[in-house]
């Protein structure tokens, strides 16, 4: 039986994440900053365990307490929206640490084990603006794409060690907390300056013409674990599967 180390699955992504594998038979290793309790099913399969991505003895005591994985599933991601010239560089910085360097930090951490082993698969859950890059998400969006290239030279690092590596790339859902994790208010990221220039942005958020559901990028990470294929990149979602087509 397989086991699965998910991050950031206190709700959203990483969390159907944990319930999709979890109801496929596998072992699921679902860690979040803060342990919710109530939101998975009670099993001898699940474990629930604290971990912030930013924080090395944070990994390293999950690692301790998860034991042997097979497959590494970095979802954990902030986001923000507004215009870049009003971010404050401190949430640049802290956007980079959790999307790039909490994604590179568990990669590396987890290489060991699958490297012995000469098996495995690390997942990469990154957004369909690494497709086509949306205005006044310019923070994120450069995180995100860092990681684009970091999971497609590690692809081939890994290779020779039998060890995948896979982009899992979700396009847009209006239910997702984008901007969660962070105590910037909205008005407060978009100046008086662009406030014409966001108006019909926003309103085109509102109504857009499809959306990823969390199901969708489940199913897509599921793929990704399971693929023994070269391919890399996993669209999630009916927009993020046009835009890869586009492309």
Known sequence: MKTVMITGCSSGYGLETARHF?????N???TMRTPREGILPQSDRLLVLPLD????ESISAALDRSGPIDVLVNNAGIGVVGAFEATPMSHVRKVFETNTFGVMAMTQAVIPQLRTRRSGVVVNVTSSVTLAPMPLAAAYTASKMAIEGFTGSLAHELQA???RVKLVEPGYAPTTRFSQNT???IE???PEAYA????PIFAAFMKPAMVTTEADVAEAVWQAANDVSGQLR???GADAVALARAN
């Open 53 to 56: 991505v930013t924080k090395p």
């Open 234 to 236: 996993f669209p999630a």
């Open 183 to 185: 105590d910037l208010r």
């Open 161 to 163: 060690f039998g060890v």
């Open 22 to 26: 979890h109801s496929r038979g596998w």
């Open 28 to 30: 699921v290793v679902a």
């Open 188 to 190: 407060d990221l978009i």
């Open 196 to 199: 014409a220039f966001a108006k």
